[in-house]
């Protein structure tokens, strides 16, 4: 049973379209996370949300935005779509502070064209 | 700026070996660091994490070695297996914050 889920797995897609990515955790956690992972491998944190709440990576653009209609989704919704935003996209989740183990979905390959 | 650094790109171990995968981090204010292992087509796995108190985690064949001083911290994998081929991550937190920063990841092969 997938700890944490994401759909879909790849997206290909044109310039200035608005996609979303979706985010389930079935682990009863209560923090949620959007990571990046560009073209270098570079593996970066882009939103961490708790029903608290939402912290952003200062370096994301506004184009980019956190849903979470319950505890255990976090959607992704990218408006505008540049080429740049070509990546491999995780969602991760923790029970909460920074000593717990985050657990990661599969990841989803943003192509933009 | 990125404050978590893997320098060695790829590492090639034969099977039976230690793998040594290093890792360096320039933020002092760092308190707890992980490893994550990642497979092709999937999501980072937790490995093993330590506690800046500590200079030395082990959980069966793996073993995290912390050095604060020189902000540099090791994975040891022994004996190393075929199995264990994949992308190795180190990731470092500071007090409280639940962000992870991540290094960009070490390509372990073990040859059988």
């Known amino acids: 049973d997938t700890a944490v889920s994401q759909t879909p797995k790849y997206l290909v897609t044109q310039m200035g379209n608005d996609k979303s990515i979706k985010c389930e955790q079935n682990l009863g956690h209560d923090t949620m996370y959007w990571y990046k992972q560009d073209s270098k491998k570079f593996l970066k944190i882009m939103f961490s949300y708790n029903n608290k709440e939402l912290i952003i990576n200062e370096t994301v653009p506004n184009r980019f935005s956190p849903k979470s209609p319950d505890k255990a989704h976090l959607n992704l919704h990218i408006n505008s779509l540049e080429l740049g935003d070509s990546a491999v996209y995780f969602c991760?989740?923790?029970?909460?502070?920074?000593?717990?183990?985050?657990?990661f979905g599969p990841g989803t390959r943003l192509l933009v064209l | 700026d990125q404050q978590v650094k893997q320098n060695s790109p790829s590492l090639s171990v034969q099977e039976g070996r230690i793998s040594i995968l290093n890792c360096d981090y320039t933020?002092?204010?760092?308190?707890?660091f992980l490893w994550y292992k990642k497979y092709p087509a999937e999501g980072p796995t937790f490995l093993i994490s330590?506690?800046?108190?500590?200079d030395k985690n082990e959980d069966g064949r793996f073993t995290v070695f912390l050095n604060k001083s020189a902000k540099h911290l090791s994975l040891h994998i022994v004996p190393s297996q075929p199995g264990d081929s994949a992308v190795y991550f180190c990731?470092?937190?500071?007090?409280?914050?639940?962000?992870?920063?991540f290094g960009t990841g070490t390509r372990l092969t073990v040859i059988p």
């Open positions: 330590i506690s800046s108190i500590k």
């Open positions: 933020n002092s204010m760092f308190d707890y």
């Open positions: 991760a989740s923790s029970q909460g502070d920074s000593q717990e183990t985050q657990y």
């Open positions: 990731a470092a937190s500071s007090g409280g914050a639940n962000n992870l920063f």
